[in-house]
């Protein structure tokens, strides 16, 4: 938990994801049942709605839309 405020201080609410391995190839140590868990702490730690949505999808989501080209 302690990168996702360091990635924020650096680059901005805006740079900071979540990244995944949901097909199995390896081993990490939490999966998506934790999710509401991550969601928690950052609120715990004062990050906005706004700010979450952002962490938790929305910036992936809007810098896929920005780079893949339109169909």
């Known amino acids: 938990m302690a990168t996702k405020p360091v990635v924020a201080s650096h ?6 994801a979540l ?5 199995g190839s390896t081993e990490v140590a939490w999966d998506t ?6 969601t928690q702490e950052l609120l715990n730690r004062g990050y906005d ?3 979450i949505y952002a ?3 929305g910036n992936t989501m809007r ?9």
């Open 63 to 71: 810098v896929l839309a920005e780079t893949l080209p339109a169909t």
């Open 55 to 57: 962490i938790m999808g």
């Open 19 to 23: 990244g995944s391995d949901y097909d």
């Open 49 to 51: 709605e706004d700010e």
């Open 33 to 38: 049942s934790e999710l509401a868990i991550i």
């Open 11 to 16: 680059g901005g609410i805006e740079t900071a």
